[in-house]
Nanobody, 115 residues
Framework: QVQLVESGGGLVQPGGSLRLSCAASGSLFSRSAMAWYRQAPGSQRELVAA???????TYADSVKGRFTVSRDNAKNTVSLQMNSLKPEDTAVYYCNLYYGGSAYWGQGTQVTVSS
């Protein structure tokens, strides 16, 4: 059984930074691809950043150069460092684990970028 717990969301001013973390339980983490998604009100959930089990990463065009995804397989955690935040980054951010055709989701953490 996989459980994902996100933390680190909050309210930040435009141009500010936040770091999201996701802690995973179970034994699949080191063998799984991990990703961050987000969903703004009235919008579909979208991929923000992903990292494979070996480390290569991919980013949505809207966050390239501003966000960095990383993982620590020893601690079963994946993080998302978000810099130069914009109001359009406001959303609920979800941690995702993908393994063997199955996807697991955290409960989400709210990020609000506003002055």
């Amino acid at each position: 059984q996989v459980q994902l717990v996100e933390s680190g969301g909050g309210l930040v001013q435009p141009g500010g930074s936040l770091r999201l973390s996701c802690a995973a339980s179970g034994s699949l983490f080191s063998r799984s691809a991990m990703a961050w998604y987000r969903q703004a009100p009235g919008s579909q959930r979208e991929l923000v950043a992903a990292i494979t089990r070996y480390g290569p990463t991919t980013y949505a065009d809207s966050v390239k150069g501003r966000f960095t995804v990383s993982r620590d397989n020893a601690k079963n955690t994946v993080s998302l460092q978000m810099n130069s935040l914009k109001p359009e980054d406001t959303a609920v951010y979800y941690c995702n684990l993908y393994y063997g055709g199955s996807a697991y989701w955290g409960q989400g953490t709210q990020v609000t970028v506003s002055s």
